[in-house]
Each structure stands twice: as structure tokens, then as C-alpha cells.
């Protein structure tokens, strides 16, 4: 469930879409279904498009997308053949903001933060679409999910090799209640959570609200004690994974 909880903090992606093309994938990696001209008031069509994209919207996921459709990816479906339609579901944008690229009429930057579930290549797809002359994104980053940060990751080459860097580049798991909702228990409180016993919010010191807040879910630091849970319209905080934090400062 903790691992759950990371997966659905919000997603920051630094993304290069292209106008002028349509394709398969929604990237290009997929064959071009048609073409047309890059209209001249392009700038002015994609700042009146924005708007549109922010906050909960519907969203029709990629066809090339690990979207599970009676029990399979809607990626080997398309593959062996079927022609699918996969309905929209809603996500949520936070934001989202388009740059020209320089020296360039068809390429632009976007930078988009938004909840788990979210397509870019959905977004660029829509994009294109509403300034009349298709897109599709170029390349994608995430540079963060939550309040971690790619800059602060490390390679696959320096994990295989080991060392310090490793070590350095390792958090304690309680920065995990820095993205939430967060509450500090005492002794009997985290001996009581340790047991899978649910708490009144009141009987917890309240720590922030968290750089990545959702909804319910909440986490409660105690004595040697990260407890991960969520809670219900009383105030009641029930706890779903505990992981003992032995030998964190």
C-alpha cells in the first residue's frame, strides 16, 4: 500500500510535442497517419488551447497503452490485431504551460504537472487536435514525482556499481510523510498503530499538510514508526501498512 502511495503522487513531465503529424503511437515511434500544415497563428491556437486542458478533464488513453482491457493490455490487443475503443476515464492536470521551441514553428515544449492515470501523449494528441493540424510528442522526461526529484537520482551504472554514491543518494523512508498529510504519535499511540489498531486524528500531533496532499491518505510518524493509512469522515486514521524505520535518525 505504501509503495501504492507513491505511485499515485503527481507526476511533473518536461515533454517536446511536434504539430503537423498524426500517429499510431501518439510519439514517434508510430507510423504517420496523415499530415497537414502547420497553421501561421499556431502560437495564438495553442494559447487558446490550454485552458481546456487544465484541472479533471476526460481522457481517452493511448491505444499503444498498458490500459487493461478484460484482463490484457490494450497494447497486445491492438498487436494481434483487434481494433479497439477505449473509453475515456477522468485524470487531472494541475498545470500545464507551452513553449516555443526557438528557432522553430512546429515543435514546442510543454511542461505538465498532473495525477497518476495522466497520458502526455494523450495531451499532445488533444492538442493537435483542437489546433486543427495533429501533434505528438517528441521526447518525455519525468523529472519528479512528488518531491522527488530526478536531478537527485542516480544512473543504472553507479547502482550497479555501488559505493557512496549509493549511500548518498538513498532517503530515509520518512521523507514519505512529507508528501502527505502527516501526524507525529507517541509511545502508546505508535505501540497502539503497531497493533493495527485505528486512532482519533486528536489523539495525533499534527506535523503539515504535505507537498503532495490526496485526498484521505495520510502518514503518521511515531517511535521508530512509519505508519501508512488513510482517514474516514470521522476523523478516525486506520492504518494499512506499518514499516518499522530500526536504525533511521
Known sequence: ???????????????????????????????????RPVPADIEDRVRAALPSFYGVRLQTPPHMSAVKVDGRRASDRVRSGENLRLSPRPVHILSIAARQSPGSVDSWNLRIRCGKGTYVRSI????????????????LVREATGSFLLEQA?????????????SRAIVPLSRLADQFYSYAADDDASAALLAGKALPLASLAFR??????????????????????????????????????????
Open 1 to 35: 500500500w505504501a509503495s501504492d502511495m507513491v505511485m499515485a503522487l503527481p507526476k511533473t513531465y518536461d515533454a517536446t510535442i511536434r504539430f503537423g503529424e498524426e500517429r499510431a503511437t501518439d510519439d514517434s515511434s508510430g507510423d504517420v497517419l496523415r499530415s
Open 124 to 139: 499532445a494528441r488533444d492538442m493537435g487536435r483542437l489546433v486543427r493540424c495533429g501533434a505528438y510528442v517528441q521526447s
Open 154 to 166: 542516480i544512473g543504472h551504472d553507479a547502482l550497479v556499481d555501488g559505493g557512496s554514491s549509493v
Open 208 to 249: 503539515g499538510a504535505g507537498a503532495s496532499s490526496l485526498g484521505r491518505i495520510a502518514v503518521v510518524l511515531g517511535t521508530r514508526l512509519l505508519s501508512c493509512g488513510s482517514v474516514d469522515p470521522s476523523g478516525i486514521f486506520e492504518p494499512r501498512t506499518n514499516i518499522l524505520l530500526e536504525g533511521e535518525a
